[in-house]
Structure formats: structure tokens, C-alpha cells
């Protein structure tokens, strides 16, 4: 008895002490809210892996088919099918990770995703499709539809999601200008047989909640004289490059900004052509600076009496410069 009484005493000592040091240690800052991922029903979730086996066949067969009539007919019986999927309560929490040839990105703070795919048509010209998807338990889609061939100089447009410019998305990184959420998309665009394209794009949502493409947040200036652009302001950017030619354009976390490659003609006489530009092994980019997107000229520098290795250290915009 005796002893029982003794246990029950440290027991109550060791809880005393450790309640004592809680009240004087002070507690870390509390996390923020994971947020809660709705559960899709065992129904909603056999539906939807249904779903995606037929969607896999499509996306494959739009794609890989050698037959013009085949990929059509696949692409426009893949829309409907999708719509299908997307309409199942929670199905933005459904990844659809087997559809290897549609590309799909979610920015970090997930409030939506955006699907794109493309269709080949003979002589290297492509149409492109996507779709945005709010994240919502019930469907609240935006369909995009390509409309570059009718545009004017698409760098200096806003569009919306019945003119959008097509592409496919491959990257999505957010930034806040004030209380208005950014996100800037890196796309690629194969505009030709000869010619390929890096895009960055800007996508808002306006009062409504409805997407909008393009701001005018990049600034730069080109002394290159191989290149038609000027001091400027532009609503998206562009590089242009031959087919063949493997190029970067994205966003580097650890530099905390895009960079790209600097394309050139390989002479003198190809100046223009830009279906023949290649990268020349220099790089550029921009790095967000008041609430704009700040042309930087030369991403790299190398150090000199350091065993010449390369410095990653962008040369910045000069306080004053109209950049």
C-alpha cells in the first residue's frame, strides 16, 4: 500500500513539474492551418479511376496516332470525358497522374490547376487546349481557347480565357503585387515545323473570379540589334528558336528568379530569321523587383583569380536604371 501510494505520488510530482515548465518555457509559434483535403467517397473515387483509364487511352492516341482522323477524333471525345471526371464532387484532389501526355500544374498556394495538352496537325502546326480548375468541392472550370492565330503583337495583349494564347504549361510560381496574387506561367509553344517557343505569361483573376492573361509587369531594354524590341513594357515575353535547338527558360528557386537563354543567329545574314537562333551559351532573366518582373542583362559572372569558376550571381538592375 505503502508503496502504490509512493508511485502515485511521483506520478503526481513528475506532472507537476513538467505542467510548471510549460508555463515558464514559452511555447513556439503556432503553425498555420494545413488545409483540409476533402475525401472523395469510395463511389466518387472508382468513378474517377474509370475515368482516367479511358482518358490514358485518349490522351495516348491524340497524341501518338499517326493518323490525322484518329487524333482528332480521340482529342474531341477526350473533352467531353474530362468534363465528365471534373464534375465528380472533390475530383480537384484526384491527380490523374497517368495522363502522361497532358500537362498539369497547381501553384503554390493550390487554389486552382490548369490542364493543357496539344493537337498535331501535318506540316508542324499545332492547336492547343486546356482547362482551369478551381479548387471547390463542386465543378467551377474555365475552358481555354486557343485563338493565337488571330492575334495581333501578342506581347503587348490581355486576354482572357476565349483568347488565349495556347501553349503548354509546364511551370506555375505565385507572386504578390499589394494584395492581388500574381502567377506567372512558363509555357512551350511549338509554333512550326522550323520554329519553337518559350513563354511567360501572367494570369490574374479579376473581381469576378474570371482568369485574365497577361500584365504588363515585364520591363527590359535590348541593346542586341538582332532582336526588334525596344525600352519597354510587355504583357508577356517570348523566345523564339530553332526546332532543334534545346532551350531553357524557367524559374531557378535558389536565384529566386527566371532565366533563360540567350538565342542568337549562328551568322550575320540570319539576323531575323528567328526560326535559326540558337542559344550562344549566355544567359539572362528577370528578378521581381517592385511589383514588376526587372529584365537582368547577364545572369552569370565569373570570378577572376578564383580558379575562374562561375560566380551565380546576377547582375542587377542600377538604382535608376529604367528597367
Request: a positive charge; glycine letters at 4%.
Amino acid at each position: 500500500m505503502i508503496k502504490m501510494k509512493k508511485i502515485v505520488f511521483v506520478l503526481l510530482a513528475i506532472s507537476w513539474v513538467t505542467l510548471s515548465l510549460s508555463q515558464r518555457v514559452k511555447s513556439p509559434p503556432a503553425m498555420p492551418k494545413a488545409i483540409e483535403r476533402p475525401s472523395l467517397s469510395k463511389s466518387d473515387l472508382r468513378k474517377l479511376k474509370l475515368l482516367e483509364d479511358t482518358l490514358h487511352q485518349l490522351s495516348n492516341s491524340m497524341t501518338y496516332d499517326t493518323l490525322l482522323s484518329v487524333r482528332k477524333t480521340s482529342c474531341y471525345a477526350f473533352i467531353p470525358k474530362l468534363v465528365t471526371a471534373l464534375r465528380i464532387n472533390n475530383s480537384f484532389y484526384y491527380r490523374f497522374d497517368s495522363l502522361e501526355t497532358v500537362s498539369i500544374i497547381y501553384p503554390d498556394d493550390s487554389t486552382f490547376r490548369i490542364l493543357t495538352w496539344q493537337l498535331v496537325f501535318p506540316g508542324g502546326n499545332f492547336r492547343y487546349y486546356g482547362v482551369i480548375q478551381m479548387r471547390s468541392a463542386k465543378m467551377k472550370i474555365f475552358p481555354l481557347f486557343d485563338m493565337r492565330d488571330t492575334l495581333g503583337y501578342q506581347s503587348q495583349l490581355i486576354t482572357t480565357k476565349d483568347n488565349w494564347y495556347g501553349c503548354l504549361y509546364y511551370n506555375v510560381i505565385e507572386k504578390q503585387a499589394g494584395n492581388k496574387a500574381i502567377y506567372t506561367l512558363f509555357g512551350f509553344e511549338a509554333a512550326d515545323i522550323l520554329t519553337r517557343r518559350k513563354v511567360v505569361d501572367v494570369l490574374t483573376f479579376n473581381n469576378q473570379g474570371e482568369p485574365r492573361f497577361g500584365d504588363p509587369i515585364f520591363c527590359f531594354k535590348y541593346n542586341d540589334s538582332t532582336r526588334v524590341k525596344l525600352l519597354d513594357t510587355l504583357t508577356r515575353f517570348f523566345i523564339e528558336y530553332k526546332s532543334s535547338a534545346p532551350t531553357v527558360l524557367n524559374y531557378d528557386r535558389d536565384m529566386e528568379m527566371i532565366v533563360f537563354d540567350h538565342v542568337a543567329p549562328p551568322d550575320e545574314k540570319a539576323k531575323g530569321a528567328t526560326f535559326s537562333y540558337v542559344p550562344d551559351g549566355t544567359y539572362e532573366g528577370f528578378v521581381w523587383l517592385n511589383d514588376h518582373w526587372n529584365w537582368v542583362e547577364k545572369v552569370f559572372t565569373f570570378a577572376i583569380n578564383e580558379n575562374d569558376k562561375p560566380k551565380r550571381q546576377p547582375q542587377l538592375p542600377k538604382d535608376g536604371d529604367p528597367r
